[in-house]
T-cell receptor, first 112, second 112 residues
Framework: GAVVSQHPSRVICKSGTSVKIECRSL??????MFWYRQFPKQSLMLMAT?????????EQGVEKDKFLINHASLTLSTLTVTSAHPEDSSFYIC????????FGSGTRLTVV | AQSVTQPDIHITVSEGASLELRCNYS??????LFWYVQSPGQGLQLLLK??????LVQGIKGFEAEFKRSQSSFNLRKPSVHWSDAAEYFC??????????FGTGTRLTVIP
């Protein structure tokens, strides 16, 4: 079946630094990928839709300058959290559209 | 607009007992419906999905779900729960190439 690889699984960074999270579709091409954020004990909230070769579409309230999304190829989308602050600490999950929706294993970001 | 309601935040069942997790959706047309399971700190694993056809859908790990258009429901069932089924369960609705909308999740606890 379709597999989406997300890396890193965990990252701790200092406040003010940037962190890049990668999402790869391993055995299929994904023209569309989605980035979600999940707070503890809560549901997934869509942050943005990443489209290969074009600008991402951000949901209302999501700062596009803070959460940079790049989808340069059909198998890779990246989310960069710029100038991270403790309130950005969260669980980030990507998803790729194939015959359904396949999710990565998530990235636990902790900003100290 | 799409929305998903999972009325039960937390359910506790005994191992070997039957399980039903409720999901109600709101969508203007025939939706694509999904159930995902998430273990702590992990990504989402697809249990089953409904796109069209037979309204009783079989999934992995012995789960099944029934789409009832008249009730706008897509409840998840399992005849006999195993301790390893303890996790968070999310119902989601999607349409076409758009993103998924998730319910708030139901946490399942399995007691011996």
């Amino acid at each position: 079946g379709a597999v989406v690889s997300q890396h890193p699984s965990r990252v701790i960074c200092k406040s003010g630094t940037s962190v890049k999270i990668e999402c790869r579709s391993l055995d299929f091409q994904a023209t569309t990928m989605f980035w979600y954020r999940q707070f503890p004990k809560q549901s997934l909230m869509l942050m943005a839709t990443s489209n290969e070769g074009s600008k991402a579409t951000y949901e209302q309230g999501v700062e596009k300058d803070k959460f940079l999304i790049n989808h340069a190829s059909l198998t890779l989308s990246t989310l960069t959290v710029t100038s991270a602050h403790p309130e950005d600490s969260s669980f980030y999950i990507c998803s790729a559209r194939d015959s359904g929706y396949t999710f990565g294993s998530g990235t636990r970001l902790t900003v100290v | 607009a799409q929305s998903v309601t999972q009325p039960d935040i937390h359910i506790t069942v005994s191992e070997g007992a039957s399980l039903e997790l409720r999901c109600n959706y709101s969508y203007g047309a025939t939706p694509y419906l999904f159930w995902y399971v998430q273990s702590p700190g992990q990504g989402l694993q697809l249990l089953l999905k409904y796109f069209s056809g037979d309204t009783l859908v079989q999934g992995i790990k012995g789960f099944e779900a029934e789409f009832k258009r008249s009730q706008s429901s897509f409840n998840l069932r399992k005849p006999s729960v195993h301790w390893s089924d303890a996790a968070e369960y999310f119902c989601a609705v999607g349409a076409g190439a758009n993103n998924l909308f998730f319910g708030t999740g139901t946490r399942l606890t399995v007691i011996p």
